[in-house]
């Protein structure tokens, strides 16, 4: 059955997520290390998410749909 393209979406997000986070795992570990980074803050960490995220904004509905 096709994918809505909510579902592509979702899924390419997730998947577009986890190759960024192990592709740059030695600088994410640098920011949250970082003096300046709290671990206790939510807001912080939504941030970090919400920039590796955008990535997905230079990809076409059909890219992603190829790639889930």
């Known amino acids: ?7 592509v979406r979702s ?3 997730q998947y577009y997520l986890q190759r960024a986070t192990k592709e740059f795992a030695e600088d994410l570990d640098k920011v ?4 300046d980074f709290k671990r206790d803050d939510s ?3 939504q941030m970090l998410i919400a920039a590796l995220q ?4 230079m990809f076409s509905l059909e890219d992603m749909r190829r790639v889930v």
């Open 1 to 7: 059955p096709k994918k809505s393209d909510t579902q």
């Open 54 to 57: 955008q990535g997905t904004k």
């Open 32 to 35: 949250r290390s970082a003096d």
């Open 43 to 45: 807001a912080g960490i």
């Open 11 to 13: 899924e390419f997000n």
